[in-house]
């Protein structure tokens, strides 16, 4: 069974959070986060997924009982959306990403799955889990860590692994200042995925024992691991030897799109010739909500008024009207109206772009109206008084930012 921790606020993606989830969050010009730890899972062969929710899930729970509800019970085959419900306590949400387990053993224990393959929904990579599991049995092992390979001194923010020439976990640091190095390359370190694997029953034992250490918080980096690596088996299964790539893809893809920054240079990468991330790759396709729309529109063949978009991902439903988009991404049911230029940006889903704006280097919020003649990636200054603008000059934009502009 796949057990998604879908929970995460994403305090860092801003107003982007406002009213969705990390997981909840747009990406790639047609998806969401969660579809890609998700369509992990269905590409690998896991018929039983959970994903537990909990920071203003509404905009989550709507997008998985829309794209995510083909599984069928009488194939075994089973989708369970578990919201903080006080199923433990009539006073207590969930506490952490362990307490986000422990509160539905229950549920878990009905369907009696051998192994548990708990995943973050809020990280982008193609990841094939069969090569872990079967390590995880291999080594018998009482949990396997997915890990990258990070240079040592990029690791601060991670969980880091210190670990044997078997990989086996000998220590486990939360954030270090100090990364340890990696047997025969001390540069590299080897940092958390947010991925484990364990055989269910040992699982519960954990989440029990934690359940019942007054000082514990109730999160698997920081309380479960550790208990782990210190009295068992913990292993580390490098995310080499599972990544999925198609045959342009050239590094082993992940990304944790948690900043605006990096947000909006993920999205923005998907518009190279040859991106580092393939969704075109049929193989591993990523599974998602596929809303009904026509096919996207470009109007206009004027010299001085020609839809165009180079170097673009557009969604359908989307019109360009004699505007010109460039290294861009347009959600479903984008309208950019005569005369706008967007360049370098990200517009998600309903957004309308007023005639004659210009716009480069944005992020806009789904339903985002642009106001006609809007100017946004010229004056930084300005920039900064009326939007949310990042130290590498991305601007986000968002409804109430427009509002409370001057007429």
Not at 46 to 52: E, L
Not at 78 to 89: E, G, K, N, T, Y
Not at 219 to 232: A, L, N, R, W
Not at 364 to 376: A, E, N
Request: net charge negative; with cysteine; charged share 25%.
């Amino acid at each position: 069974m796949a057990y998604v921790l879908a929970g995460g606020r994403g305090s860092r993606l801003y107003e982007l959070t406002d009213r969705r989830a990390k997981p909840a969050v747009y990406f790639g010009g047609k998806t969401r986060i969660i579809d890609f730890a998700l369509s992990n899972a269905l590409n690998s062969g896991i018929r039983r997924i959970g994903v537990a929710t909990q920071y203003k899930a509404h905009s989550l729970i709507r997008h998985l009982q829309r794209g995510w509800n083909f599984f069928r019970p009488e194939r075994n085959e089973s989708f369970d959306i578990l919201p903080a419900s006080q199923r433990v306590s009539e006073t207590q949400w969930y506490e952490g990403t362990a307490d986000a387990v422990f509160q539905n053993i229950d549920i878990i224990e009905a369907y009696n799955p051998e192994y548990m393959v708990i995943l973050a929904g809020d990280h982008i990579y193609k990841m094939d889990y069969e090569p872990m599991l079967q390590q995880h049995v291999d080594q018998n092992a009482d949990v396997t860590v997915g890990c990258l390979e990070v240079a040592r001194l990029e690791a601060t923010g991670f969980g880091v692994m210190q670990v044997d020439i078997a990989d086996r976990i000998e220590s486990f640091f939360e954030k270090p200042a100090d990364p340890p190095g990696m047997p025969g390359n001390p540069d590299m370190a080897l940092a958390s995925m947010g991925i484990y694997v364990f055989k269910t029953n040992f699982l519960f034992e954990l989440l029990r024992r934690d359940a019942a250490d007054s000082q514990s918080t109730r999160d698997f980096g920081k309380d479960i691991i550790p208990y782990v690596v210190s009295s068992g088996k913990a292993v580390a299964h490098r995310f080499s030897g599972s990544c999925v790539k198609g045959d342009a893809e050239a590094e082993a893809y992940w990304r944790d799109a948690g900043t605006i920054d990096a947000y909006w240079e993920a999205n923005i990468d998907l518009t190279s010739v040859i991106p580092a991330l393939d969704l075109y790759d049929t193989s591993w396709p990523i599974w998602t909500y596929g809303e009904i729309t026509p096919p996207a529109k470009f109007v206009h063949d004027e010299d001085a008024r020609r839809g165009t978009a180079l170097n673009s991902l557009v969604a359908g439903g989307c019109i360009v009207s004699g505007a010109h988009v460039r290294k861009s991404l347009l959600f479903s049911g984008v309208n950019v109206h005569s005369h706008a230029y967007v360049h370098g940006s990200v517009v998600q889903p309903y957004a309308d772009i007023g005639r004659a704006a210009r716009l480069r280097n944005v992020v806009i919020d789904r339903g985002v109206v642009i106001p006609p003649g809007l100017v946004v990636g010229e004056d930084p200054a300005l920039d900064a008084q009326r939007f949310r603008r990042t130290e590498k000059g991305v601007a986000l934009i968002t409804q109430p930012m427009i509002d409370r502009l001057p007429k």
